[in-house]
């Protein structure tokens, strides 16, 4: 079984920072990938950034030179360090990671969501 558990969001003001975390814990054989996702009120959920094991990041447009993704890999912890936050980015906030588990000579590659973060972004 495998559980990513989320911390960090909140209530700020635009122009403020905050920066989210992701834990990852369990029966990890490996931690492929990981990364984060939102959805804002009444939205679909879209991808903010990803960070590959041994790839370059992949950042939204809207939050690109604002959002830092990086990963500890000793701690299977990612994080989300948010700069310069805009009331449009006022959303749910969702960890994503693509891990293999293995179960005795069996292994099998999942995605796995966490339960979501609220950001507030006040104007």
């Known amino acids: 079984q495998v559980q990513l558990v989320e911390s960090g969001g909140g209530l700020v003001q635009a122009g403020g920072s905050l920066r989210l975390s992701c834990a990852a814990s369990?029966?990890?054989?490996?931690?492929?990938?990981m990364g984060w996702y939102r959805q804002p009120p009444g939205k679909q959920r879209e991808l903010v950034a990803t960070l590959p094991s041994g790839g370059s990041t992949n950042y939204a447009d809207s939050v690109k030179g604002r959002f830092t993704i990086s990963r500890d890999g000793a701690k299977n912890t990612v994080y989300l360090q948010m700069n310069s936050l805009e009331p449009e980015d006022t959303a749910v906030y969702y960890c994503?990671?693509?891990?293999?588990?293995?179960?005795?000579?069996?292994?099998?590659?999942?995605?796995?969501w966490g339960q979501g973060t609220q950001v507030t972004v006040s104007s």
């Open positions: 369990g029966s990890i054989f490996s931690l492929n990938a």
């Open positions: 994503n990671a693509r891990i293999t588990t293995a179960t005795g000579s069996k292994f099998r590659e999942s995605d796995y």
